[in-house]
């Protein structure tokens, strides 16, 4: 029942299916847990051991959100399992605090994520990937510099017991014939939905708003927390970033189990990554692009199941897209060398084709019509931009 498929030795090796090894009670005995990166930024190894859990013994559920430009439409959702001590323990000895659920897009190796890509139908293997609390502080906050929001989700005691439960049958079963997708089949979709598989039929979450067509508000990562936050279900926000240098998380009876940040380095890890960073801005189109794909999907249901919520979301994502536009127009164009910097980034440089593909012609040929009539030094070279672009659209 709990076997999970053989690891393919094309897909990544950074992540694995959970293995259940036995289970006596509420004890698990699990395989395939990963415990942090090792290395340089190069050659970083995952780290995967033998654990054992006692689920009886979790104290808080949180909800994990790690943000990052562009923060307005990109995030990813997970869930952490904190225990009353640190008794999540290797078969080397080892301990820590609690355990974090992260629905993912198995990538094979090499593989970049793009969330475009993804919203292609079978794209991307599924992987339900466990960890422990470490690990994630690591990968998510010490490795790329990304923030992360921490919110406790309100649950009784037996239902973060079920909840811990439910997540690990789940992480274990053979998931090789299903797929992620960025809007129907996403990590802060299936975070939320496995909260409201343990939450009574008076407190469930809407998790449609059209046939087949999720909520926005339990799938578009920037606006799930005000949802929840109204709903009553998530509370005490805190916010963990580089430069929090420790993370303090409390358990049992007023005691803190901290994480140093400093101590997650592994060799050069931290410190080629400290300085931070900023997204690119053919990755900041891609989300651009990925609002208006799911704006697209949305406005194409039939079958809509609560108008008016259905009329908000389709208002609100329409507001962030143009919110988003204008912050890129922003940053396309912040001073005249910027903004010729760009343009001959997109236009003049040689890129590969399947590159072009991830370009919102569209909008930059409207920045570069808007810019035609300024003032600019570079106006000439505006109009031949527009031309190349349009050009560019009219042969695909």
């Known amino acids: 029942l709990f076997q999970a498929s053989v690891c393919s030795a094309n897909l990544s090796a950074d992540q694995r299916e959970l293995k259940i090894v036995s289970q006596q009670g509420s004890v698990f005995e699990l395989d395939n847990v990963r415990w942090g990166f090792e290395g340089n930024l190069v050659t970083k190894k995952p780290v995967f051991k033998n654990t054992k859990v006692d689920i009886s013994k979790v104290r808080d559920v949180y909800f994990w959100l790690e943000t990052f430009p562009p923060e307005a439409l990109a995030g990813h959702g997970m869930l952490a399992f904190v225990m009353d001590s640190p008794c999540v323990e290797s078969a080397d000895g080892k301990a820590d605090i609690g355990l974090v659920y992260s629905f993912e897009a198995w990538l094979e190796q090499g593989q970049k994520y793009s969330p475009l890509e993804g919203m292609k139908k079978n794209c991307y293997r599924l992987i339900y990937q466990v960890s422990t609390i470490k690990d994630r502080v690591q990968l998510s906050i010490v490795i790329p510099n990304h923030k992360m929001y921490q919110y ?14 439910l997540m690990l049958t789940e992480s274990a079963v053979d998931r090789s014939g299903e797929y992620y997708h960025t809007y129907y089949n996403s990590c802060v979709f299936n975070a939320i939905r496995l909260i409201n598989e343990v939450l009574p039929d008076s407190q469930k979450l809407k998790m449609y708003v059209a046939k087949d067509c999720p909520n926005l508000s339990v799938t578009f990562p920037p606006i799930v927390p005000d949802y929840l936050s109204k709903q009553g279900l998530i509370c005490e926000k805190q916010l963990f970033t580089l430069g929090s240098q420790v993370i303090n998380i409390p358990y049992g009876s007023g005691h803190v189990y901290d994480i140093s940040l400093q101590d997650l380095n592994y060799g050069t890890l931290y410190n080629k990554l400290s300085q931070g960073g900023d997204i690119d801005l053919a990755e900041y189109l891609d989300y651009l ?19 008016a919520q259905y009329d908000k979301q389709l208002s609100e994502i329409s507001r962030i897209i143009a919110s988003s536009e204008e912050n890129f127009l922003d940053r396309f164009t912040e001073t005249p060398d910027t903004l010729a910097w760009n343009l001959r980034w997109y236009v003049k440089k040689p890129v590969n084709p399947e590159f072009v593909n991830t370009i919102d012609c569209e ?5 570069c019509e808007a810019l035609k009539n300024s003032h600019c030094p570079y106006r000439q070279f505006l109009t031949d931009a527009k031309k190349t672009l349009i050009d560019r659209q009219a042969d695909r």
Do not use: H, P, W, Y
């Open 363 to 367: 909008l930059i040929v409207a920045i």
């Open 289 to 307: 692009r990925l609002a208006k794909s799911i704006f697209m999907e949305m406005k194409n249901q039939t079958e809509i199941i609560d108008q």
């Open 152 to 165: 406790r989700v309100n649950l009784t005691a037996e239902q973060k017991q079920e909840l811990l439960g």
